[in-house]
């Protein structure tokens, strides 16, 4: 069979698309759609890597929890593809790229779609704070954000309110930033079983990654969907960039710890 069909990337939204292990072909769709459309860059480790159209920079923990793949099934398929040549993959130092081979026979756009597509990305610059800084408050306007408190935990469903919100407010608002049913969906998932304070450290490391991505306007990836961002978990990516904001989080909580009890203390 000929031709081909417009697959856009907001089906990786779709909670069907990661509902289950991946098969070989899904996750072969998935490298081509999560690879860059245009020329770019992204930092691990406070390095940059310059990325061109057709390649992509994820780490096999990524596509590991991604397709429900142990890391030594990830990179047995990776070889695959690039064995058969429909992948080439470059190691660095800090990570790995991997570049689509044909990646223009499967993505065509005109000048017109790309001009649109960029268009409404948006872009916003980046205020940076405290690792831990974002705490769960109650809304009071719930009913005006279409969110169904019966399709959760209560929990999770406020602490997915203090992400949306920041990450709106970062990405350039909640137009930017896809559906917030499918993002609700995608959280859900995310943090099936969470204690409270496991739920502070997920609405943290997720806004925190943004805010460093959002840093630097040129870092393709920092004006995903919501949806997109959580189904990837993106954060995971650079685990020297985890390693430091873990210690820097445990660390801040330490300090409010002991400034409660300072506090509280009796002289």
């Not at 930033?177 to 609700?184: H, M, N, Q």
Request: charged share 25%; proline share 1%; net charge positive.
């Amino acid at each position: 069979m000929s031709g081909w069909i417009k697959l856009y990337r907001s089906i990786q939204d779709n909670d069907l698309w990661l509902a289950e292990p991946f098969s070989k072909g899904q996750a072969w769709a998935d490298l081509i759609l999560s690879a860059n459309h245009k020329p770019g860059i992204f930092w691990v480790r406070q390095v940059q890597i310059n990325l061109e159209r057709g390649q992509l920079g994820l780490s096999e923990i990524t596509f590991s929890k991604r397709w429900k793949w142990s890391r030594g099934k990830v990179r047995r398929y990776l070889a695959m593809l690039e064995n058969r040549g429909m992948i080439v993959q470059q190691k660095t130092p800090v990570t790995s790229v991997i570049t689509i081979c044909n990646y223009s026979t499967y993505q065509q756009e005109d000048a017109e779609q790309t001009g649109r597509t960029e268009q409404q990305a948006g872009q916003l610059s980046v205020q940076v704070a405290d690792n831990s800084r974002y705490t769960n408050k109650n809304d009071k306007n719930d009913k005006k954000k279409n969110i169904d408190h019966h399709n959760g935990d209560q929990g999770v469903i406020r602490w997915f309110e203090t992400l949306w919100q920041n990450y709106a407010q970062l990405t350039g608002g909640a137009s930017k930033i896809g559906s917030k049913k499918a993002a609700l969906r995608s959280w859900q998932r995310l943090t099936k079983g969470h204690s409270e304070a496991k739920l502070r450290y997920q609405v943290n490391v997720c806004l925190a990654f943004q805010e460093m991505r959002r840093a630097d306007p040129n870092i393709l990836g920092s004006n995903q969907h919501c949806a997109t961002y959580l189904n990837q978990e993106v954060w995971l990516s650079d685990e020297q960039w985890l390693s430091n904001f873990d210690q820097q989080y445990q660390q801040q909580l330490k300090n409010e710890q002991t400034n409660e009890g300072d506090n509280g203390s009796i002289n």
